[in-house]
Nanobody
């Protein structure tokens, strides 16, 4: 079973940057897609960005495209989310999760499936405020 640990959150001013890390313990293989999700106070959890370990294909929510970049270090079993030009509306607890998917799934479709996951761990808090 894969265990994931999100880290790297903090307080940052609008326009600033943060890099989140999602470290995986256990066996991550090329069937896995790893996704970043967030939940702001009073709002539902939403998908932010996803990464396919098999082909590196990515997914970005419209709200973060062009500002956030997802990447993976295969040797470290870690997926990163580089967040630039942060806005107050990016304030949320950020979570990462993963699942195995057949090649028939696009990364976007996998993100929609993973949104139904039940066990999200603690996540990491990102606060964008002046």
């Amino acid at each position: 079973e894969v265990q994931l640990q999100a880290s790297g959150g903090g307080l940052v001013q609008p326009g600033g940057s943060l890099r989140l890390s999602c470290a995986a313990s256990g066996y991550i293989d090329n069937d896995h897609i790893i996704g970043w999700f967030r939940q702001a106070p009073g709002k539902e959890r939403e998908g932010v960005s996803g990464f396919s370990m098999s082909d590196g294909k990515t997914y970005y929510a419209d709200s973060v495209r062009g500002r956030f970049t997802i990447s993976a270090d295969y040797a470290k079993n870690t997926v990163y989310l580089q967040m630039n030009s942060l806005r107050p509306e990016d304030t949320a607890v950020y979570y990462c999760t993963a699942d195995r998917f057949s090649s028939l799934f696009t990364t976007a479709e996998a993100m929609r499936v993973m949104l139904a996951h039940k066990d999200w761990g603690e996540g990491t808090l990102v606060t964008v405020s002046s």
